[in-house]
């Protein structure tokens, strides 16, 4: 059983910032990739950044230079500072992990329940 829990959202001015936090728990083996989804309503679900296990970083181009993506090895974390918000961020945020479970030959995606980022202009 592995579970991933977000918290950090919220209801934020343009121009703030949040910071959203993703911890994966259970029968985790290894961790290969853990990032941040989002979807916003009437909108398929995008990729807003990931960072894998030596250290690389990817973003979405629309959030490169206010969005910094970080990660605790030792305590399957993955953080998201988000600063300059803008409007057209606001959407529910989901975490995901690439990990091996225990007992399974083969990574696989996992889920968060998603946490609501609301930016107000």
């Known amino acids: 059983q592995v579970q991933l829990v977000e918290s950090g959202g919220g209801l934020v001015q343009a121009g703030g910032s949040l910071r959203l936090f993703c911890k994966a728990s259970?029968?985790?083996?290894?961790?290969?990739?853990m990032g941040w989804y989002r979807q916003a309503p009437g909108k398929q679900r995008e990729l807003v950044a990931a960072v894998f296990s030596g250290g690389r970083a990817n973003y979405a181009d629309s959030v490169k230079g206010r969005f910094t993506i970080s990660r605790d090895n030792a305590k399957n974390t993955v953080y998201l500072q988000m600063d300059s918000l803008k409007s057209e961020d606001t959407a529910v945020y989901y975490c995901?992990?690439?990990?091996?479970?225990?007992?399974?030959?083969?990574?696989?995606?996992?889920w968060g329940q998603g946490t609501q980022v609301t930016v107000s202009s």
């Open positions: 995901y992990a690439n990990l091996v479970r225990r007992g399974t030959p083969r990574s696989d995606d996992y």
């Open positions: 259970g029968s985790i083996v290894s961790i290969a990739a």
